[in-house]
């Protein structure tokens, strides 16, 4: 983790990080084959890292959007193969739910940005900068903010 912050460029202290664990589904392996297209590749199970503060999380997810296109080439890890990698917060699970059906709506009715900040998942129409940021608390603002489309879509 300390490596990926310093790419970042974030300073982390060993006092920074209060755990790391990898989380999801245990295989006979760490590494597990994902298959994409005509080809299988090999991907970790994703790490949860826990930091002490949160101006510290809130720095490093700013500065990972920055750079989105980072590669573990780009830090050195030893892979054959170039694979990108991302650095998100991590959420609740009924929050990870709402996400999941907010950008698929989002996809149907051809919303143009759908993202998580603090927790909360927000939902924005076009490019216009004028164009209003929309929270989805639960689902029950799917229909406000969506519109009648969104109850068609459903059916």
Not at 36 to 64: F, S, Y
Not at 79 to 88: A, C, H, I
Not at 117 to 126: I, L, M, S
Request: net charge positive; proline share 3%.
């Amino acid at each position: 983790m300390s490596t990926v912050a310093n790419k970042l460029g974030v300073t982390l202290n060993d006092h920074d990080i209060v755990f790391a664990e990898r989380v999801g589904r245990h295989s006979s392996n760490l590494l597990r084959e994902v298959q994409t297209g005509n080809q299988n590749r090999i991907e970790a199970r994703p790490l949860v890292v826990h930091l002490a503060r949160r101006i510290t999380r809130d720095i490093l997810l700013k500065n990972a959007r920055v750079r989105r296109t980072i590669t573990t080439v780009d830090l050195g890890l030893p892979y054959k193969e170039t694979t990108k990698f991302y650095v998100n917060e991590r959420l609740t699970k009924p929050n990870r739910v709402l996400f999941a059906k907010a950008r698929e709506t989002a996809q149907k009715l051809k919303w143009k940005f759908v993202w998580t900040k603090d927790g909360r998942v927000y939902v924005k129409r076009g490019d216009s900068f004028n164009a209003p940021v929309r929270v989805i608390y639960s689902e029950d603002d799917f229909t406000r903010i969506f519109g009648e489309p969104y109850s068609k879509s459903v059916k």
